[in-house]
């Protein structure tokens, strides 16, 4: 089955502790997206790339780093810099992007202990 | 700015009603508007709408753009409990950076 796995489901972090976050497609996607939402906020946009080794900053990167070694995987690594990281985390890819259907994984939901 | 804004912010119907719920959106280039439904988990697709005035159905869903007034409805006729969801629409951004700008979404709530 084609699709996009995140994990894990939950994920618990100490204070001033790194944590990262998994997505892969196997939809041979070019372009990948990490979101961040919040109760009432809608999606906010953390980090995409539109292609292996290439990423941009979204609205809200501060706290936040990414890497694409793979055209299939996208972590997402929240820093102790991020000072309020509970959240669900969603990850997303496209064909191409910009212009095409979105299609999300399940999300990962971090909570801070 | 490019946004997105989506009305009502929640809504709460009985079985059997129908809800329109709204999408305007202010975008560089636009492309197309999309529509997901959110239950617990990850959105799930719905419509692609990229021409005016053409609507796109799907049971009792449908939904519809105009490109003119730049807004996009969806309907949903019937309702059951089980479209009790949160609804987002979101419009790629193309000025280069090909972000896709999400609204804050529809809560809706059909009660039986």
């Known amino acids: 089955d084609g699709g996009i796995t995140q994990s894990p489901k939950y994920l618990f972090r100490k204070e001033g502790q790194n944590v990262t976050l998994s997505c892969e497609q196997n939809?041979?996607?070019?372009?990948m997206y990490w979101y961040r939402q919040d109760p009432g906020q809608g999606l906010r946009l953390i980090y995409y790339s539109q292609i292996v080794n290439d990423f941009q900053k979204g609205d809200i990167a501060e706290g936040y780093s990414v890497s694409r070694e793979k055209k299939e995987s996208f972590p997402l690594t929240v820093t102790s810099a991020q000072k309020n990281p509970t959240a669900f985390y969603l990850c997303?890819?496209?064909?191409?992007?910009?212009?095409?259907?979105?299609?999300f994984g399940p999300g990962t939901r971090l909570l801070v202990l | 700015e490019d946004k997105v804004v989506q009305s009502p912010l929640s809504l709460v119907v009985h079985e059997g009603d129908t809800v329109t719920l709204n999408c305007s959106y202010e975008?560089?280039?636009?492309?197309?508007l999309l529509w997901y439904k959110q239950e617990k988990k990850a959105p799930t697709f719905l419509f692609m709408l990229?021409?005016?005035?053409i609507e796109k159905k799907s049971g009792r869903l449908s939904s519809i753009l105009d490109k003119k007034e730049l807004f996009s409805i969806l309907n949903i006729t019937a309702t059951q409990t089980g479209d009790s969801a949160v609804y987002l629409c979101a419009v790629p951004e193309t000025s280069g950076t090909y972000k896709y700008i999400f609204g804050t979404g529809t809560r809706l709530k059909v009660l039986a």
């Open positions: 990229t021409s005016s005035g």
């Open positions: 975008v560089t280039n636009f492309r197309s």
């Open positions: 939809l041979n996607h070019d372009a």
């Open positions: 997303a890819s496209s064909v191409f992007p910009g212009g095409e259907t979105q299609y």
